[in-house]
């Protein structure tokens, strides 16, 4: 019997717009690789100028010199720009409060959590509080009209509460310290009333604070309780997802990617807070099958990955073709939100980017709580399609999840529909990663693709444990489909490769995630699957390489799946024997640890318990049953030495029990069998 999986729950990435992986540790690596080193202590002084013109300019630099330059970021952080900048948050000239801020989101955004930490503990909460009333109050007059100000420094407020928001929602996700902090300071009220007048915004602070509340509503009780306990936020919310206007009936924000990452937005923070309370009209709707699915479904499908890659690097060609005007003179000083139209289309296209990941992240929460269907297959029409990906949804697709009673079929019957698309999703183009040692030729675009990818993997981890434990002989027979998805995770790892080292840590990510899903498909088409030698080679040196008992479980079950294709002997004894190899004998260890030694072993049980079988020559002529006898001591010391006081440890030694009596009493049917 083997291990059982464990779905992923929904979980975010790290935010880190532009990563810093690639350089070496420490400052000199940073001065060394950054080429605008000698204008960071000008800046600095500039900011401690008596003159608020040189210090909002010096603000405004800082932005400048972080864009995109994760060298220069790390060298401005190794000289307290973090300190300098919140000083300049209770700067006497507003102008200066307001640059500081924006640079401050702008580091959060780009540099993650190591730099919001870092804020966190230089007490950036103390000026930042101050700010959450004035805007309130500010806003409140623009909306009554009771104020006739003109429309620059409205816009100038706006950014400010955009930028307030971000660095808050940012926090929030650092560490349990700064998400207590900000808890006490009950932003659900401030950041819905941005919601509530969408209509009259701009969709920047909109799009911040449903972004807020999104991160805030994730497991975390105060502000769950907080919007759970008005029903006018949750008809709010219900009404945005359903919506096909623009918040402010503008058609140019229409068109706008922010106004689908609205939407996406205020569906996930249904989930967090659902169970909705009655007698609010949104307890009566069913958030996943009717809000959630039919909202991010098409929302996955919306992107061709290698057509956003290839505008990308179109656009940073003309970009990198025009010359560069001078941003750090005092003469000639633009406005922090000065861009190209090239940067300009960066930015959407980034954005819309950003909506998928969004997406496939609560998408992965779904798939992560819904049952485990049981499905009914269909005679299958033929469709007439030629396309690989048409075929894998129609084969997939025809499928229709069956509950009893059919609480949650709905969202069981998207399982199989969302398959194409994800497998789709987890293609690399030439942007996803960085190359060897180096910067991506724009961090932004690489960092939101490779996140992509990891996402629809873990999306499709879950659909997978899903689908495995309500297998049935219609699923596992649809041999053409098992074989499509297999085959199309192997062509995305392909194109991942096995490069390591200094900014590769995504690529690893993505196989870490990669084999887990393998292990679903092996279970889902077990004895389907032909076992491909090098594939099987992968695996195998995956398992020696990786110190995670996790991973290494992990390629375990996914060889044992492979090794019940009745037809390949040689597959299956390449298999067998590097199983064999881990087990304990004639007094020397396992080479693994206890975990993936109790699934070696239940692996071997499960792929010989059928005498039958054309592969089971390989355990009678090998003298399988001689090694497997001289393991059981062993086997019973590392069973016996499980500790149930770890975490984790009462399940794995109730686990590897069960398997220590399979395996007594597999020995004793094979012998009892005398051949």
């Known amino acids: 019997m083997g291990k059982a999986q464990k779905k992923r729950a929904m979980r975010r990435h790290n935010p880190m717009r532009v990563p810093d992986s690639h350089l070496p540790h420490g400052l000199a690596s940073a001065t060394s690789t950054s080429s605008k080193s000698e204008v960071i202590l000008p800046i600095l002084q500039k900011m401690e100028s008596s003159d608020a013109a040189e210090r909002k300019w010096a603000c405004v630099a800082v932005s400048n010199l972080i864009q995109n330059d994760p060298s220069t970021r790390r060298l401005l952080q190794g000289k307290n720009v973090v300190g300098a900048l919140i000083t300049r948050l209770t700067d006497a000239e507003e102008e200066v409060i307001v640059e500081a801020a924006g640079s401050l989101r702008n580091l959060c955004i780009d540099g993650g959590y190591d730099i919001c930490a870092e804020m966190y503990n230089k007490n950036v909460l ?57 808890n006490n300071i009950r932003l659900v009220p401030f950041l819905m009333s941005f919601l509530g007048a969408r209509d009259k915004l701009p969709l920047a602070p909109v799009t911040a604070a449903a972004h807020c509340l999104y991160v805030l509503t ?74 959630v699915l039919p909202l991010l479904q098409p929302v996955i499908s919306s992107v061709p990955l290698s057509d956003a890659s290839a505008k990308a690097l179109e656009l940073i ?47 992965t929460g779904v798939c992560a709580r819904l049952p485990d269907p ?54 690399p183009t030439s942007l996803s990663f960085p190359p060897l040692a180096a910067p991506s030729s724009h961090p932004p675009t690489t960092s939101v693709l490779s996140a992509i990818h990891i996402c629809a993997l873990e999306c499709l981890n879950n659909i997978f444990l899903s689908l495995t434990t309500g297998r049935n002989l219609s699923l596992s027979t649809d041999v053409d489909a098992g074989r499509r998805v297999w085959d199309g995770m192997w062509s995305a790892l392909a194109a991942v490769g096995t490069e390591t080292g200094l900014g590769q840590e995504r690529r690893k990510e ?35 390489t990786t110190s995670e008992e996790r991973i ?71 003298g399988y049953l001689v090694k497997l006898i001289s393991s059981i001591e062993s086997v019973r010391k590392a069973v016996r030495g499980i500790d149930k006081r770890k975490e984790g440890g009462k399940e794995l030694r109730s686990r590897a029990e069960e398997v220590r009596d399979n395996l007594a009493a597999f020995i004793q049917y094979r012998k009892d069998l005398r051949v």
């Open 218 to 291: 994730d497991d975390n009780a105060p502000a769950i309780s907080d919007l759970r306990a008005d029903a006018g936020y949750l008809s709010c919310l219900l009404d945005i997802t359903r919506s096909t206007e623009a918040p402010n009936n503008n058609a140019k924000d229409l068109s706008d990617p922010r106004s689908t990452t609205l939407k996406v937005l205020c569906s996930g923070i249904l989930r967090n807070v659902s169970p909705l309370p009655p007698p609010a009209a949104a307890s009566f709707v069913d958030i996943d099958n009717d809000v």
């Open 510 to 544: 993505m196989w870490h995630v990669a084999v887990g899903v393998l292990w679903g498909i092996g279970n889902v088409w077990k004895g389907s699957l032909i076992p491909n030698e090098e594939q099987v080679q992968i695996l195998i040196q995956l398992c020696k």
């Open 552 to 622: 290494q479980v992990q390629c375990i079950g996914t060889l044992e799946c492979l090794a019940q294709h009745p037809q390949s002997i040689d597959g299956n004894k390449l298999i067998s024997q590097y199983l064999l190899s881990l087990l304990p004998s004639d007094g020397k260890p396992s080479p693994v640890g206890t975990e993936p030694l109790i699934q070696a072993t239940s692996a071997l049980i499960d792929i010989y318990s059928d005498e039958e079988m054309p592969y089971d020559i390989n355990f009678r002529e090998g």
């Open 126 to 182: 103390v000026p930042w509080k101050s700010f959450i009333p004035k805007i309130s109050n500010t806003l409140t007059q623009y909306l009554e009209g009771s104020t006739t100000t003109p429309e620059n420094a409205r816009n100038l407020v706006y950014d400010f509460a955009d930028n307030v928001i971000t660095v808050l929602w940012c926090l929030s996700e650092t560490s349990n310290k700064a998400l207590e902090a900000i």
């Open 317 to 363: 060609a003309i970009q990198n073709s025009e010359p560069q005007i001078e941003k750090l003179s005092l003469k000639h000083t633009p406005g922090s939100d000065h861009k190209s139209k090239e940067e300009v289309e960066l930015a959407r296209l980034e954005t819309t980017l950003r909506t998928v990941q969004l997406a496939l992240e609560i998408l």
């Open 374 to 427: 049981k499905i009914q297959v269909p005679e299958k029409e033929d469709e007439g399609h030629s396309d690989d990906e048409e075929d894998l949804a129609t084969d997939i697709g025809d499928e229709r999840m069956e509950e009893d009673p059919p609480a949650n079929s709905a969202s069981a019957s998207f399982l199989p529909t969302l398959v194409a698309p994800l497998v789709a999703l987890i293609q």
